[in-house]
């Protein structure tokens, strides 16, 4: 039995390709030793801090994958002079794990006093505090109800405790999130296809935009909510943003062109 | 030991201790309570710097825009807020760029200046000064100027 060697392969040569668990990719101008921290190559600048996020972990050689998929890599602003790039596998799942930061849909389940509780898709179910509410206040309580819709963000969340999450920022504004309208339609799509919309220069959302008016809320942990003016152009609206996953954009452009035509 | 601490303790609690015996005491207190903490015997580990942070969210990697969105003016609040969202975070790339356009030119600045500390240092001259420059301002031929008016010494 040949023992398949993984290889500690030069993170640089990865980036792009797929990646599977238990790989392990070097670091170019990783530090050997505390005396070395300031290790100035030829034209080189210092190291900096590097961000390794989703899907890799830090190992002593290097990173260490914990998901398949392709590596990405995203080089820094240079905002401080070479602070480190970032590294993190893109994945595919739809099953969503709270994160701490995360922008989420949730659907209020239940009333328990001071908190609500809050389904977001995870194993566990959100708590939510009455008084996370902009201006909310012990004696004004937010008009939430069972079955209602909550955009939020998380403020704990890890493996060992209960996720946690709030309506309000750190200054204490709502900034769009709280209690979503009551009309609209609530999908669930996989996580992959969020960030894809999310991107910075998202084609497909420009386009749709220039269908018909409408609104819609993306949650991080693969929920949409859409609503358009009548619910025909809403369900239009779902379809598209649903199919686009699995759709060429040639295939796409053929969509919105029939649809146009109406 | 305990029936030192005992003593020790209500020795402690009476009034009318000398402070030098209280701080004996107190200091014999703390070396036993000190001396019942337990701790490693190993040797001091040294922590490697790590330049690495781990980061379990997607945000910062992708740079993802605001999750509420609307188009075509369906909901004017969340198209300022999608607005101010977004740019905040392109704020944060470009802190460095203070190329602000002027709008006056520097050479006007510097003529203004010129003339601006003229204009003020008149402001505090003394009344005789500023009728002598007056003088000098209306007639463009300069007039010898008064010699101002001294004490003078009475002769003899």
């Known amino acids: 039995m040949a023992a398949a060697e993984t290889g500690a392969l030069p993170t640089e040569e990865r980036v792009g390709q797929v990646v599977l668990p238990g790989d392990v990719l070097l670091l170019p101008s990783h530090p050997e030793a505390d005396g070395e921290r300031l290790w100035l190559g030829p034209g080189a600048a210092l190291p900096g801090r590097l961000v390794c996020g989703p899907g890799l972990r830090s190992c002593g050689a290097g990173l260490l994958v914990t998901k398949c998929g392709l590596l990405r890599h995203r080089q820094s602003g240079g905002a401080g002079g070479g602070s480190g790039g970032a590294y993190w596998v893109d994945s595919q799942q739809k099953r969503y794990v709270p994160v701490k930061g995360d922008h989420v849909i949730g659907i209020v389940t239940l009333k328990a006093g001071d908190i609500f509780k809050v389904d977001v898709g995870g194993s566990e179910q959100a708590s939510l505090s009455y008084l996370a509410f902009e201006g909310a206040t012990k004696r004004n309580r937010p008009n939430v109800q069972v079955g209602d819709l909550i955009y939020g963000q998380f403020v704990v969340a890890n493996k060992d405790m209960e996720p946690e999450m709030v309506c309000i920022d750190s200054s204490g504004r709502a900034n769009g999130m709280g209690v979503i309208g009551h009309e609209g339609l609530l999908f669930k799509v996989s996580l992959g296809l969020i960030r894809k919309l999310l991107a910075p220069n998202c084609e497909i959302i420009q386009e749709l935009g220039q269908l018909y008016p409408f609104e819609v809320v993306f949650g991080m942990n693969g929920r949409i909510w859409v609503k358009a003016k009548t619910i025909q152009q809403t369900l239009i609206v779902a379809n598209i943003l649903e199919a686009c996953e699995h759709m060429t954009p040639e295939q796409r452009t053929q969509a919105f062109a029939k649809l146009s035509e109406r | ?156």
């Open chain 2, 1 to 156: 030991m305990q029936k030192n601490l005992c003593a020790c303790f209500f020795q402690f609690m009476q009034r009318g201790l000398d402070s030098e015996t209280k701080k004996q005491l107190e200091e014999e207190e703390k070396k036993i309570i000190s001396e019942e903490h337990w701790y490693l015997d190993l040797p001091e580990l040294k922590e490697k710097e790590s330049f690495i942070i781990e980061e379990r969210s997607f945000m910062p990697c992708e740079d993802l825009l605001y999750g509420r969105m609307s188009f075509k003016g369906f909901n004017p609040e969340i198209e300022k807020l999608m607005i101010q969202m977004n740019s905040r975070y392109k704020k944060e790339e470009i802190e460095a760029d203070d190329t602000a356009e002027a709008d006056v030119s520097d050479e006007e600045m510097a003529r203004r200046y010129e003339t601006l500390v003229g204009t003020i240092g008149k402001k505090f001259l003394k009344k005789r000064d500023q009728r002598v420059l007056q003088d000098e301002d209306e007639n463009s031929n300069m007039r010898p100027s008064k010699a101002k008016k001294m004490f003078l010494k009475p002769q003899d």
